[in-house]
């Protein structure tokens, strides 16, 4: 039975592509260890398939942060017997790359997102030359990759000549519910990061006749908080923080609208396929996201958002107005999400997964 450790810098609760990968490998005969960091405010961790491990830091944040758990995660691994070992983002690609070297064994690179053009990087020229260093030293060293999306690796390609497969951050096929909402809202769910385009989002909610709930947390929560209350949107905008994936499939279910927004600088945003887009077609929900090229490929195959390139406040409630007042284009984009969301799941993606470490394992 082939050992496989995975490294990623969250605290494993709300990872759901990582439990997903993971699961699918422990289901097939693989033995996998998820390695993550262990936070103050971490829930305790629910029983999986695959063996989790927190490492506890003394920093929280920041470089030093990186630079301890890196140092940590590498002693961990140091005495741990492995036949492969896979960096989930550069963030953990270097004592992945040592691990592998000490050990001899295959390394993997898992990219969620194309790092270096993350709107947090690019927008700090210091860290973001850090980072790209870090890229161009690690990433022609890994042979065995996969990423979230085609443009991630076609970039991959592009720059570092590594062949890199796509798979894609798809949801798992589940039965609908019948449970309906009491009231219409719409929904975002995920990270709340900078580029996320609340700072449009929030105005945009004074033209609309509908609540929206935000699932989800990250860096631009302190700003999206004092967004709500300058607005005077606090009965308007509900912000619910992270929720288990069993909750967030129940209350995604009822939205009327998804939301997906995100603003176009950085090449991340050009090539992202977020979770949400297709967790949204899995909810059987139509959204509102960009015109970007990833989002293009998905709608013009299913049809099953309205995709805008103008990020105003008016722009945004007026697409939101329309979807909302044309049946006719609602319900088309209903059942097509209905029917997009028998292709776009983990059950036909995972083979892609299983195919990919098969190859890593007979070269």
Not at 234 to 258: F, N, R, V
Request: glycine share 4%; aromatic share 10%.
């Amino acid at each position: 039975m082939k050992k496989i450790y995975f490294t990623v810098t969250n605290d494993l609760t709300y990872d759901q592509r990582m439990h997903r990968i993971c699961s699918t490998l422990a289901n097939n005969g693989y033995k996998v260890i998820l390695i993550g960091v262990h936070k103050p405010s971490s829930a305790v961790l629910k029983k999986e398939l695959f063996k989790q491990k927190r490492i506890r830091c003394f920093f929280q944040k920041g470089k030093w942060f990186y630079r301890e758990y890196n140092i940590r995660l590498l002693l961990y691994m140091l005495v741990k017997k492995m036949d492969a070992v896979c960096a989930i983002d550069l963030d953990t690609i270097l004592p992945c790359l040592l691990i592998s070297k000490i050990k001899n064994i295959p390394r993997i690179y898992d990219a969620h997102e194309l790092f270096t053009g993350l709107k947090e990087v690019i927008t700090r020229p210091h860290i973001k030359k850090k980072w790209e260093k870090i890229e161009k030293y690690s990433v022609p060293k890994f042979k065995h990759g996969y990423a979230a999306s085609q443009g991630i690796t076609q970039e991959f390609f592009k720059r570092y000549s590594v062949g890199y497969e796509t798979i894609r951050n798809l949801p798992t096929l589940k039965q609908l519910g019948t449970i309906q909402a009491n009231e219409k809202f719409i929904i975002y769910q995920g990270a709340v990061n900078e580029g996320r385009c609340f700072e449009y989002i929030v105005p945009a909610m004074k033209m609309i006749d509908l609540p929206l709930i935000v699932c989800g947390d990250g860096n631009f929560m302190p700003q999206l908080k004092t967004l709500v209350r300058i607005h005077q949107l606090e009965d308007k905008i509900k912000i619910k923080g992270m929720l288990s994936p069993e909750e967030l499939w129940k209350i995604s279910q009822q939205a009327t609208i998804g939301i997906s927004l995100t603003e176009k600088e950085g090449l991340n945003q050009q090539f992202a396929l977020p979770n949400r887009l297709f967790d949204y077609i899995q909810a059987a929900v139509p959204q509102i996201t960009m015109n970007l090229p990833e989002y293009a490929r998905i709608n013009k195959q299913y049809e099953i958002a309205v995709l805008i390139d103008d990020l105003s406040p008016e722009h945004i409630a007026k697409s939101v107005n329309n979807l909302l007042s044309d049946t006719v284009l609602y319900n088309r984009l209903k059942e097509n999400c209905l029917k997009a969301r028998l292709d776009l799941n983990w059950q036909h993606e995972e083979k892609k997964l299983l195919a990919f470490y098969k190859s890593v394992f007979d070269s």
